[in-house]
């Protein structure tokens, strides 16, 4: 089905770089929304005592998304399973969305699946995201990102993610935030992410400057149902 792939590369401080292909598919085409898959598949870090020690994650998702009357908003519901290829983790997730030309919200509860025969904990969680444009830059959004790692032999992991994503080009996406954690003993980070979209996304870019007006007008939100949905994909252990 239609859809789009993405490639991408995440930098942090302290880390070694994570690389990912997502992709998202169309299954089923409705009369004012869909049905779709998405996956992915990535490698990233996971603190230990010698400094890191790497996974190979991959993830599967399926979900709906529907539209208003007059199409300007759009609503979603989605349900993932992360897997750890190296040490057996499973996850689910579901997952709800709603999101406009101007303002996005987004909320993923989390849940370990049959780990007890790791000597990992696969930590439960939630996350909360709210994004908007930046006025007068039609290419930009703010968002504030909060959420919670329920320890099992540890506190709770909670923080606070503040950054802003770019539209660079109508294929170049960069993402650049600050990774605050409220938890003694986990150290705050930045992080940057560059993403290559195929094909190319329609709608302003970086190219276009700073615009006359604050707000992007209200648009039709049918080019976003085969948007890629925004959650974690790393899974949280301890």
């Not at 994570?18 to 996971?46: A, K, P």
């Not at 560059?194 to 190219?207: D, M, N, R, Y």
């Amino acid at each position: 089905g239609e859809g789009h792939t993405e490639v991408s590369i995440d930098l942090r401080e302290a880390h070694s770089p994570n690389y990912s292909i997502l992709g998202v598919r169309e299954i089923l085409s409705l009369d004012q929304g869909n049905i779709f898959t998405q996956f992915s598949l990535f490698n990233t870090e996971q603190p230990t005592g010698d400094g890191g020690d790497e996974r190979i994650i991959g993830n599967l998702g399926f979900g709906t998304r529907h539209l208003t009357a007059d199409n300007t908003m759009m609503i979603g519901l989605n349900n993932f399973y992360d897997y750890d290829l190296e040490n057996e983790h499973l996850r689910t997730s579901l997952g709800v969305e709603a999101r406009s030309a101007v303002l996005e919200l987004f909320y993923n509860r989390y849940l370990g699946l049959s780990d007890e025969y790791n000597e990992e904990h696969v930590l439960d969680g939630h996350d909360f995201k709210i994004a908007s444009q930046i006025p007068y830059l039609h290419w930009a959004k703010a968002f504030y990102n909060l959420y919670q790692w329920e320890g099992v032999l540890r506190e709770d992991v909670n923080g606070i993610k503040l950054g802003s994503e770019m539209q660079l080009t109508p294929n170049l996406n960069f993402e650049l935030a600050y990774d605050d954690k409220d938890t003694a003993g986990v150290s705050d980070e930045w992080y940057s992410k560059i993403s290559f979209v195929h094909p190319g996304k329609e709608g302003p870019t970086a190219l276009d400057g700073v615009s006359d007006t604050a707000w992007k007008e209200s648009k039709d939100m049918s080019g976003e149902l085969l948007s890629k949905v925004h959650r974690q994909n790393k899974i949280m252990v301890e």
